[in-house]
């Protein structure tokens, strides 16, 4: 992804990008709202690469946090599957 759109994600900023992520969660929210898998699927894939730019412009290794915060089991009750309650 930084290969990719790295430099324009620079040129546009942290702040910018920030609101584009923001963008397409409302609109995979939109899809899920409307039951569209088709459009759904797509929104993830963008969300994901939202994320990912964001992730690069922050320095931030998203893979690396991503397994620590979760590894094979939940970081709050130790366990995998997970037996937290449910919210």
């Known amino acids: ?5 790295g430099e324009r994600d620079r040129i546009r900023g942290q ?3 920030l609101i584009w992520l ?5 609109e995979l929210f939109e899809a899920y709202l409307k039951n569209n898998m088709n459009v759904l ?6 969300v994901f690469a939202w994320l990912c730019s964001v992730c690069n412009l ?3 290794d998203l893979e690396k946090v991503a397994w620590e915060k979760y590894p094979s089991i939940c970081p709050k009750c130790q366990k995998s599957p997970c ?3 449910l919210r």
């Open 58 to 60: 922050f320095g931030i």
């Open 22 to 26: 923001q963008t397409e969660m409302g």
């Open 1 to 5: 992804m930084n290969q990719l759109y």
């Open 41 to 46: 699927e797509e929104e993830v894939a963008d």
């Open 83 to 85: 037996e937290c309650s």
């Open 15 to 17: 702040e910018k990008t």
